[in-house]
């Protein structure tokens, strides 16, 4: 039994040792590790670890709670080893322990490659014989900027690659391997946030546009170095420049660059020039047009006669403009691609008369988006929660104004999935958590329970 189920035994509430009783006579392990997250209990965590696939299980999960696989690591075998190194939710020292039980290259590789293995366990790893466990640790984000440079010392391109890309190198490290490496280290190293300024400078007027487009990556590059590389020869370094600048001045409003890989970046980005946004919204390339309909820096006009352009999805676009005005969105809820109106139907801001309009409406997509928006009148979310089509049901699971009939409509529905999504809604009435904790699905009797556990724990 772990100190937390003890503490959490000692602290039970009358209405959390009901549950727990309940659950206990249920015997239902996928249950009990629901509610175990809110109410630590040496019971639950009995029956949540009672067999070996359960423990199995557990081990695996990346929802379980940190001291379950905490638990399970202090008499850990091979298969339990392996999963406890790969869950993303285990804890140091959980880790730790499994480290300490000799365990195969496998599972050290596993570890070192772990975003919560300590830095002073990362230091030893990076002792291993295994290259792979070495070349783990020159990977893991975590590892100190010391044990990145001992690594960096060995001849092996992949830990060269790792460690120049790693978070803490720092630069003594990087320059060390932008004068030893090849022309991909090379290329990582310009693209690091620590890379010394003497490098940045070699990077910038490199005669290989890998090395170039890494450094126009490089988010340490002010813009006033970012905007010459603009008018690069290679437009990949071009749209390497685009994604990283952070405040684009007048000079971009002159932009007109020949690709459209690199006009559907520029179309993609805020603060643009009312010059720049009307060219691309004239852009012959429709993905262009696109992004420029969904552009919150769009003015009205220009989303106006994008509203009208043949391609349905920039009209979609259109309609998902968080600047959209209402008038707009009343001609395109009228829209005759069903697609362009369901992005009407998701707005809540939409105005009445646009929403009663899609009321109607019989098109699958319309009535999914409808399901989901809290400005759909009650009435007909029930009658969406009824709907033939699954997933089109599904949609009132999301909805956060979802009325009691319509929940209680989902809570018997026959797809699964409907009825986990429902289960995971954290305003889910007790009365359906109660009767969805004899689900036959696991994962939905797994979120029932945990929806039970919250409130029980809260009063």
């Known amino acids: 039994m772990s100190d937390v189920a003890r503490h959490g035994e000692a602290a039970r509430t009358k209405d959390s040792s009901a549950l727990v009783d309940r659950l206990i006579a249920q015997g239902d392990p996928y249950a009990a590790l629901g509610a175990y997250t809110d109410i630590r209990d040496a019971a639950l965590e009995e029956l949540a670890l009672g067999t070996k696939r359960q423990r199995l299980i557990v081990a695996a999960a990346p929802y379980a709670p940190a001291d379950l696989l905490a638990r399970l690591s ?51 790893l990076a002792e291993d014989e295994a290259i ?11 590892t100190p900027p010391d044990v990145i440079a001992r690594l960096s010392a060995e001849a092996d391109e992949e830990i060269a690659r790792n460690a120049a890309a790693a978070p803490q190198t720092d630069a003594e490290t990087l320059l060390h391997l932008w004068n030893a490496g090849d022309i991909w280290v090379r290329a990582d190293v310009a693209e690091h946030p620590n890379c010394p300024p003497e490098i940045l400078a070699q990077a910038e007027a490199a005669d290989d546009p890998l090395i170039r487009r890494k450094y126009a990556a490089n988010p340490a590059v002010e813009d006033q170095s970012l905007l010459p590389l603009l008018t690069d020869p290679d437009e990949r ?14 000079r971009v409003a002159e932009s007109d660059d020949p690709s459209a890989k690199v006009r559907r970046l520029f179309a993609r980005r805020a603060r643009l020039p009312e010059p720049l946004i009307a ?42 403009n968080s600047s959209c005005p209402p008038h707009l969105l009343a001609t395109l809820a009228a829209d005759a691609e069903p697609w362009v109106r369901a992005g009407v139907a998701l707005r809540e801001d939409a105005p009445e008369a646009a929403i009663s309009a899609l009321l109607d409406d019989g098109d699958p997509d319309v009535l999914g988006a409808l399901g989901r928006n809290p400005a759909t009148p009650a009435d007909r979310l029930e009658i969406i929660s009824r709907n033939a089509d699954k997933d089109v049901r599904r949609s009132v699971a999301f ?19 409907n009825r986990a999504i429902l289960a995971g809604r954290r305003d889910l009435p007790g009365d359906l958590a109660e009767r969805l904790l004899t689900d036959p699905e696991p994962q939905v009797r797994f979120a029932a329970a945990a929806n039970l556990a919250r409130a029980a724990a809260r009063t």
């Not at 552009?295 to 220009?302: F, L, M, R, T, Y």
């Not at 006669?305 to 999805?313: E, F, N, V, Y």
């Not at 989902?410 to 999935?417: F, G, I, K, M, N």
């Open 399 to 417: 909805n956060p104004a979802a009325p009691a009939a319509a929940l209680a409509t989902l809570s018997e529905d026959a797809y699964p999935l």
């Open 279 to 320: 060219r691309l919204a004239a852009d012959p390339d429709d993905w262009v047009r696109r992004w420029i309909a969904r552009n919150p820096d769009a003015p009205e006009a220009v989303l106006e006669d994008l509203m009208r352009d043949a391609i349905p999805a920039v009209r979609r676009g259109v309609s998902r």
């Open 74 to 124: 202090e008499d850990a075998d091979a298969a339990l080893a392996l999963r406890l190194a790969k869950n993303p939710s285990s804890p140091a020292a959980a880790l730790a322990r499994v480290l300490e039980s000799d365990p195969s290259a496998r599972v050290r590789s596993y570890i070192a490659a772990h975003a919560n293995t300590d830095p002073t366990l990362l230091s030893a």
């Open 132 to 142: 792979e466990v070495r070349r783990a640790v020159s990977g893991n984000a975590a």
């Open 237 to 250: 370094v071009r749209a390497a420049a685009v994604r990283n600048l952070s405040a684009p001045d007048d």
